[in-house]
């Protein structure tokens, strides 16, 4: 629940509207149990306590790269399930990459998430509590949100929205909007819905592929929304929002790195308000795709330049922790499996 949330729950148990930001304050301290909410009346810490919950997170294992000190953490949730989250500093300050559902209905074919298939939506309050506790496990203050774990954020769109809301209130960890990017693998109805909150995020879309023929092969969602009914929403987002997309594409060696399919991305691109940031492949167990070569890429980056087109690559961190979502929770579960075999 957001302070609003909370005024108007109040004001229909006849409590002044003040007692929200009282309670905010207790949460954004740490404390998840009503009755140590001191300053509250007793009988409404009852009622707060028959009538909510707060879910927390906790560090089941956590792993930091010996290379740039980015910090990889698997939550644990209060029912059991597992997370993952990345945390990662650059010159502005540390970044969260966070976690919106446990498991991923999408299936793309390159991703470790998914081969675990989908499990549930995470709350706006399990989103906001993987930044609040990297924060107090690393002792940093995190400046700027990356919604691109585990999960699909425009398949939890709801619960996604109401974290957004949450972000910058008042005695909360206040991130600006303009310091968060959403990162979808196109789904077209929830692009359009993203649109008209009018909220100033940056939209990534997770393209991958130049042609409707590959990206049906590595990513199922395109026989639903083919590319260009996902472009076409996307040139509908920045035409509403004012605001420039970026494409992430993975290079993965020998399906969509010949220069070639760079023309061909750039073909599609070309005129957009957009800026492309290829993504060397990670390597993941039980996946056959591998990362193109260097020079591979140096050849894209030429021919997407040479047509226009904003390109970068995107630097590459926690190398040596595999600080890409859905890794962790695998060899948990594989673990898992493994003891409950034994006889």
């Known amino acids: ?35 140590q909410m001191t300053n509250l009346p007793k009988d409404l810490r009852a009622r707060l306590a028959s009538a909510f919950t707060v879910p927390s997170v906790s560090i089941e294992r ?8 980015t910090i990889k953490y698997l939550y644990r949730l209060d ?6 989250s ?8 540390w970044s969260q990459c966070l976690s919106t559902q446990v498991g991923c209905k999408m299936g793309c074919t390159f991703c470790a998430t998914g081969m675990g298939g989908f499990i549930r939506d995470l709350s706006a309050a399990e989103m906001l509590a993987q930044i609040e506790t990297a924060q107090k496990d690393a002792n940093v203050r995190v400046s700027s949100v990356v919604l691109m774990g585990m999960g699909e954020p425009l398949d939890n769109y709801d619960n996604v929205v109401q974290f957004l809301r949450m972000l910058g209130e008042e005695g909360g960890v206040r ?9 979808t693998c196109g789904v077209v109805p929830g692009i359009r819905r993203l649109m008209k909150e009018q909220i100033p995020l940056t939209l990534s879309i997770s393209l991958h592929a130049p042609n409707d023929a590959i990206r049906s092969r590595t990513m199922p969602i395109n026989r639903r929304w083919p590319i260009e009914e996902l472009l076409d929403a996307c040139r509908d987002y920045i035409e509403a929002t004012g605001r420039r997309i970026s494409f992430e594409y993975a290079m993965i060696e020998g399906v969509n790195d ?13 005129g957009m308000l957009c800026h492309v940031n290829l993504i060397p492949v ?9 990362r193109s070569s260097r020079l591979r890429i140096r050849s894209f980056v030429e021919v997407l330049e040479k047509r226009g087109i904003n390109v970068t690559v995107r630097r590459t961190l926690g190398a040596d922790i595999n600080a890409s979502c859905g890794q962790l929770r695998r060899q948990k579960d594989q673990l898992t499996k493994r003891k409950e075999a034994l006889p």
């Open 1 to 35: 629940m957001n302070v609003d949330d909370l005024r108007a729950w109040l004001a229909s148990n006849g409590q002044p509207s003040f007692r929200a930001q009282q309670i905010r304050q207790w949460l954004d301290d740490g404390v998840t149990d009503f009755k």
């Open 62 to 69: 956590k792993l930091v790269s010996a290379i740039d000190g």
């Open 79 to 84: 029912d059991g399930e597992t997370v993952e």
């Open 86 to 93: 990345v945390l990662m500093q650059y010159k502005h300050g």
């Open 175 to 183: 991130i600006g909007m303009r310091h968060i990017s959403l990162s």
């Open 258 to 270: 010949a220069d070639e399919h760079a023309q061909e991305l750039a073909d599609r691109l070309q």
């Open 282 to 290: 990670n390597a993941v167990e039980g996946k056959a795709q591998r």
